[in-house]
């Protein structure tokens, strides 16, 4: 009962070291010590249900912390259903480890596994969830560098590896060669990727400038939660008026004259090209700034459907090239099974309308500079802001709306804007780009494309950043190689856990065999 207790308290801990390494924390080493806790939890486990029990608490550990930020504007409910459903995918990823952890090489195998139950899982269901991945725990660590070479996929294998190295040299009986290696290569895959030499000045080519004035106006909400944008009006005024001071601060020489402006993902919840008092509005803070404005709209798709885009907006000519937002929110942009849902729960009732996926990259010629555009929650997937980066954005934009999902009194420094900023951090080593992060309550920033922030501003506060970014041309390893180190690390996971299954049905077959001949012997005596 005791070891029960243990293995079970182990497991809830090892899920909730994980998360230590996400913001507000982002204590990144600890991450580590929790793939090895949760390891050693397994290898003890006697049985199969043990195991997926050990799992599951570890989800349990993880995503509740991690997920925390859905109680404002979602409610405990929602909140507890997200935690419940995604720690699921650490019962799989158990299940899967618990042969896995017999092979000889078994820290090796343990790291293939956790990739490829993230690919998994950034897949399934309804497009996937991949928030929270182990990779983007790392934003201001060593293993950071790795992004630059393979993506966030090898960001996590480092993790997945050294925690499995981790867990090797803890289970020796007693301290031998093998032991000290295992500490030898933890130690090597921590502090290598430091050797990785990461970009931060812009460049030329074609003569292309190496640099841009890029302004991100906050104009804040009127009002928090789900019914945030009740106020449509009230949405777009504020970011006007944020915009026509960054305009008299321009004329006052107060601050650089900006090359474009980004403003965020639901700056505008009516369509603009057709409500003629937003059209009118985005008109006036183009005219007085004077340059293009990326705004972000809701548009009409049909009668029953909408948008999410990102539209440029010239002074002259007005709306302009468009991005339409790809990777949508189940249960959030759109509504499954909604006879069901709203049955369940009123409050989906506000999703009166279900968004439609776009089908485009998001590279976007703003002030004749190639732009990579992202919106919110497409930041965590792979595919899009590759895509966007590869389409020729030689600068990276996420247009986001965290207003849903903070509260009052939030430091920013938490929650998922600041998980969001952490994501981002990452894509800019990734693929060696500037990043512009324009959010409607917080966090707005500029990020370096060695991942640093240069620039942030507070949440729940009117504010602009407007500062001189670097733009890049070359792609970095990781863009040349794209999909393929996920695809070959997840794939080698499938051959593992075959080849543990079959490991373990052979051996099962060779201890019955040995039951049947010591029964035979037995009688025969």
């Given at each position: 009962m005791a070891r029960t207790l243990l293995r079970a308290a182990s497991a809830l801990l090892s899920g909730i070291a994980i998360w230590t390494s996400f913001p507000p924390l982002r204590w990144w080493p600890v991450a580590i010590l929790g793939v090895a806790a949760l390891t050693l939890s397994l290898r003890s486990a006697p049985s199969w249900k043990s195991a997926a029990g050990a799992g599951y608490l570890a989800g349990i550990g993880?995503?509740?912390?991690?997920?925390?930020?859905?109680?404002?504007?979602?409610?405990?409910?929602?909140?507890?259903?997200?935690?419940?459903?995604?720690?699921?995918?650490?019962?799989?990823?158990?299940?899967?480890?618990?042969?896995?952890?017999?092979?000889?090489?078994?820290?090796?195998?343990?790291?293939?596994?956790?990739?490829?139950?993230?690919?998994?899982?950034?897949?399934?269901?309804?497009?996937?969830?991949?928030?929270?991945?182990?990779?983007?725990?790392?934003?201001?660590?060593?293993?950071?560098?790795?992004?630059?070479?393979?993506?966030?996929?090898?960001?996590?294998?480092?993790?997945?590896?050294?925690?499995?190295?981790?867990?090797?040299?803890?289970?020796?009986?007693?301290?031998?060669?093998?032991?000290?290696?295992?500490?030898?290569?933890?130690?090597?895959?921590?502090a290598g990727p430091l050797l990785i030499s990461?970009?931060?000045?812009?460049?030329?080519?074609?003569?292309?400038?190496?640099?841009?004035?890029?302004?991100?106006?906050?104009?804040?909400?009127?009002?928090?939660?789900?019914?945030?944008?009740?106020?449509?009006?009230?949405?777009?005024?504020?970011?006007?008026?944020?915009?026509?001071?960054?305009?008299?601060?321009?004329?006052?020489?107060?601050?650089?004259?900006?090359?474009?402006?980004?403003?965020?993902?639901?700056?505008?919840?009516l369509d603009p090209r057709t409500d003629v008092v937003s059209h009118v509005a985005i008109n006036q803070a183009s005219a007085a700034i004077g340059v293009p404005i990326l705004i972000g709209a809701v548009i009409d798709a049909d009668s029953t459907h909408v948008q999410n885009a990102g539209i440029v907006w010239s002074p002259t000519a007005g709306p302009g090239q468009m991005?339409?937002?790809?990777?949508?929110?189940?249960?959030?942009?759109?509504?499954?099974?909604?006879?069901?849902?709203?049955?369940?729960?009123?409050?989906?009732?506000?999703?009166?309308?279900?968004?439609?996926?776009?089908?485009?990259?998001?590279?976007?010629?703003?002030?004749?500079?190639?732009?990579?555009?992202?919106?919110?929650?497409?930041?965590?997937?792979?595919?899009?802001?590759?895509?966007?980066?590869?389409?020729?954005?030689?600068?990276?934009?996420?247009?986001?709306?965290?207003?849903?999902?903070?509260?009052?009194?939030?430091?920013?420094?938490?929650?998922?804007?600041?998980?969001?900023?952490?994501?981002?951090?990452?894509?800019?080593?990734?693929?060696?780009?500037a990043v512009v992060v324009a959010a409607t309550s917080g966090v707005s920033a500029m990020i370096a494309p060695n991942g640093s922030i240069l620039a942030r501003t507070a949440v729940f506060q009117p504010a602009m950043l407007d500062r001189r970014m670097p733009l890049r041309d070359p792609r970095t390893i990781a863009d040349r190689v794209g999909p393929w180190p996920e695809w070959l690390l997840s794939t080698a996971a499938g051959l593992v856990l075959a080849l543990a299954y079959r490991r373990r049905r052979s051996l099962t077959r060779a201890d019955a065999l040995d039951l049947n001949s010591t029964v035979t012997v037995t009688q025969s005596v």
């Open positions: 993880f995503w509740i912390p991690l997920m925390s930020f859905l109680r404002g504007g979602f409610g405990f409910a929602a909140w507890g259903a997200v935690a419940a459903f995604e720690s699921l995918w650490f019962l799989l990823l158990a299940l899967a480890l618990r042969p896995v952890l017999r092979l000889r090489w078994w820290p090796l195998a343990t790291a293939l596994l956790w990739i490829g139950e993230e690919f998994l899982r950034d897949r399934l269901p309804f497009g996937g969830f991949p928030w929270g991945r182990l990779a983007f725990g790392q934003a201001n660590g060593p293993l950071l560098h790795l992004a630059s070479l393979g993506g966030a996929p090898l960001v996590g294998f480092g993790v997945a590896l050294a925690g499995g190295l981790l867990a090797y040299a803890a289970a020796s009986k007693r301290p031998s060669m093998r032991t000290f290696v295992a500490l030898d290569v933890v130690a090597l895959v921590v990461l970009p931060t000045a812009g460049t030329t080519r074609g003569g292309a400038p190496a640099s841009a004035v890029v302004a991100a106006i906050q104009g804040n909400v009127p009002r928090l939660g789900l019914e945030a944008f009740a106020q449509k009006r009230a949405v777009t005024a504020n970011h006007l008026a944020e915009t026509e001071q960054l305009a008299a601060a321009v004329a006052e020489q107060r601050a650089p004259a900006p090359d474009f402006v980004v403003w965020p993902e639901n700056s505008d919840d991005y339409l937002k790809r990777h949508l929110v189940p249960f959030g942009e759109y509504l499954p099974f909604r006879g069901l849902m709203t049955a369940i729960s009123g409050r989906f009732n506000l999703i009166a309308k279900d968004f439609l996926p776009g089908h485009r990259a998001g590279t976007l010629s703003i002030a004749g500079i190639p732009v990579a555009d992202t919106i919110c929650f497409e930041v965590a997937d792979d595919a899009v802001v590759r895509q966007a980066v590869t389409g020729g954005g030689r600068l990276l934009v996420v247009q986001t709306n965290n207003a849903s999902y903070e509260q009052p009194g939030d430091s920013g420094n938490g929650g998922e804007t600041a998980q969001q900023l952490a994501i981002a951090q990452l894509r800019a080593v990734e693929h060696g780009r």
